[in-house]
């Protein structure tokens, strides 16, 4: 069980489990969705799973099925490469955003999110409507926003403060913290907001600063960002 909480199974969760699942099934954690492919992990690597039939089958709707952070009940084959999922725990929150025009009316992006840091860049990509349309999105899911501004190494701290003052006026108690990757401006302040056992995302614009952030905290370069990602003429996250 040791594994399972250090990757947030918490107290939340515990409490809520099915007897009758528990018995017949492993506990794991949805890391990433590809179509109908998932990886999950029980805490130690991360292994390919589809889903059961069953689940599959008497899904009601696409928010039924698992989704990124969701705590599923699993079976590992073959010296754990391979499992299939066979139920979905409830949820402590679920991110979604609305989609316009499709017969599906919601796309989920993660499930059991604490925080999430909502990022903006200081330099052209900041733009408070857009900060709102996140934040509605973050406070309808039940997840506590952090608001960070990124890059603030291209504006001055005179331009840090006025920007941080039009934020406060329309997220009053959200705590919002300028950094930089580059200088590493506020890098500790924002590591002392990760708690063991808690999950976090990042949310922005493409180009913001996401990666580079995940890099700066983690302390090396393990996720490639925009402008090595364009070279190679990959999709950027
Ligand atoms: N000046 C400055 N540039 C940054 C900073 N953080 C990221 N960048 C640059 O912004 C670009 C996009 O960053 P990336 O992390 O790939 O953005 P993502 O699309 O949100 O993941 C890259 O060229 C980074 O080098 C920062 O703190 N200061
Ligand atoms: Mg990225």
Known sequence: ?????????????????????????????????????????NGQGEVFAELSGNLFYTADSPTDLPTTGDWVYADFYDDDTHAII???????????????????????????????????????????????????????????????????DLITQNEVENIKASLLSIAPHVTVLAYSSLSGENIDVIKKYLLPGNTYCLLGSSGVGKTTLLNSLLGSRQFETQSVSKKQNKGRH
């Not at 809520?16 to 506990?27: E, M, N, S, W």
Request: charged fraction near 25%; hydrophobic fraction near 45%.
């Open 1 to 41: 069980m040791d594994n399972l909480n250090n990757i947030g199974f918490s107290h939340w969760f515990r409490s809520r489990l099915d007897a009758d699942k528990v018995a017949a099934h492993a506990i794991a954690r949805v890391v990433s969705v590809h179509k109908e492919r998932y990886t999950i992990t």
């Open 86 to 152: 066979h139920g979905v725990m409830p949820r402590k929150t679920l991110l979604r955003r609305k989609t316009a025009g499709k017969l599906v009316d919601f796309q989920l992006i993660a499930a059991n999110i604490d925080v999430a840091f909502v990022i903006q860049s200081a330099d052209y990509n900041f733009n408070l409507r857009r900060l709102e349309r996140y934040l509605v999105m973050v406070n309808e899911s039940g997840i506590t926003p952090v608001i960070l501004l990124s890059k603030c």
